[in-house]
């Protein structure tokens, strides 16, 4: 059964810039998405600390930033005729506790880079 109004009870407004609220409009053409939709939407990503992204986006970027760092891990051991089936094991390992802190890394980066760039 879907949620109710009644199981929202809270209400949050607030004023916005044109340059805020076109930055919206912007963010919302083309997608099935009000204005109002777009921002509950950002607000509880960014409460889940997942950059905005969805808990199901936050898994697959987990797995291909896992990937990357297996694939660059691995081909560098290759290049030096390092790589043997205990390393490999060991970096498979490495990549799969750390696969969150590798995420988190890589849209810090990423962040920063953005920030660099304005």
């Not at 929202?8 to 340059?19: A, C, G, M």
């Amino acid at each position: 059964m879907g949620k109710r109004v009644t199981d929202y009870p809270h209400t949050i407004s607030f004023r916005l810039t044109d340059e805020a609220w076109n930055g919206i409009q912007k963010e919302i053409a083309g997608r099935e998405l009000t204005a109002h939709e777009w921002c509950r939407k950002a607000a509880l990503e960014r409460l889940n600390n997942n950059y905005a992204l969805s808990k199901a986006e936050r898994l697959l970027f987990e797995h291909f930033v896992r990937a990357q760092y297996l694939v660059t891990q691995g081909f560098q051991l290759l290049a030096e005729d390092n790589l043997t089936g205990d390393q490999w094991k060991k970096l498979r390992a490495i990549a799969t506790e750390r696969a969150a802190e590798l995420a988190d890394n890589a849209l810090a980066l990423r962040t920063e880079r953005s920030r660099e760039r304005s």
